[in-house]
């Protein structure tokens, strides 16, 4: 069964506009963590977020905000003002804590096009 | 700030060769991993190794794949004999031990691309 999935396979804005990501996920677990990475064109994956999942408080950081709810088991990312640099692949991730071996679970990716 | 390393960064190999990737895991981690991703699709789990021993294998770790903790720093992925379908991108990961482990973030390498031919 997929865990993480990201329905958005590829977005296109222009520079300035905002644009959100979105992630849904699926786990038994009650303690569990989601991770946002992002993947630029050189191919490295770069931990952007990660929540836990006991505490449901949105965060900000600049132009990033992430809105996770237990409610819609979701996670979604909004990128505000979107530059040019935010062109990338942005992959949601989950770990479970019952989990033994702690692996990540990735989506499959949302690929944002920033067109200047 | 620490740094997990991946050698080579680019490896082209004939199909049927034999292929080791390497990886240096941040010294004060204790859990590794590898995961997989062919080019323009999802990075998948492959294997994961803590205190000397594989912890879990997802299906694509078949009798192909192996890893070895040789000394202590190095963590390496051996591919026995190549297949076209070998050819991916190759991703290290290492987190630190903790109370919530999950919690604790995975920080990955740069990668080791392998094209087989």
């Known amino acids: 069964a997929q865990k993480v999935t990201q329905a958005q396979t590829e977005i296109s804005v222009v520079e300035k506009e905002d644009v959100t990501l979105d992630c849904v996920y699926e786990t038994r677990d009650t303690t569990y963590y989601l991770f946002w990475y992002k993947q630029p064109p050189s191919g490295e994956l770069v931990f952007l977020i990660r929540r836990n999942s006991f505490d449901e408080q949105n965060e900000i950081s600049g132009r990033y905000s992430w809105n996770f709810q237990k409610s819609t088991s979701s996670f979604n990312f909004t990128i505000t003002a979107s530059q040019v640099v935010d062109s990338a692949v942005y992959f949601c991730?989950?770990?479970?804590?019952?989990?033994?071996?702690?692996?990540?679970?990735f989506g499959s990716g949302t690929r944002l096009l920033v067109r200047p | 700030e620490p740094e997990v390393t991946q050698t080579p960064s680019h490896q082209v190999t004939q199909m049927g060769q034999e292929v080791i990737l390497r990886c240096v895991p941040i010294?004060?981690?204790?859990?590794f991993y590898w995961y997989r991703q062919i080019l323009g699709q999802k990075v998948e789990f492959l294997v994961s190794?803590?205190?000397?021993?594989?912890?879990?294998k997802s299906e694509i770790f078949d009798d192909q794949f192996s890893v070895e903790r040789p000394d202590g720093s190095n963590f390496t992925l051996k591919i026995r004999s190549t297949k076209l379908e070998d050819s991916a991108m190759y991703f290290c990961?290492?987190?630190?031990?903790?109370?919530?482990?999950?919690?604790?973030?995975?920080?990955f390498g740069a990668g080791s691309r392998l094209t087989v031919l």
């Open positions: 010294s004060n981690h204790l859990y």
């Open positions: 190794f803590y205190n000397n021993e594989i912890s879990e």
């Open positions: 990961a290492s987190r630190l031990e903790g109370p919530l482990s999950g919690a604790n973030v995975l920080t």
């Open positions: 991730a989950l770990s479970e804590e019952m989990d033994s071996s702690y692996k990540l679970i």
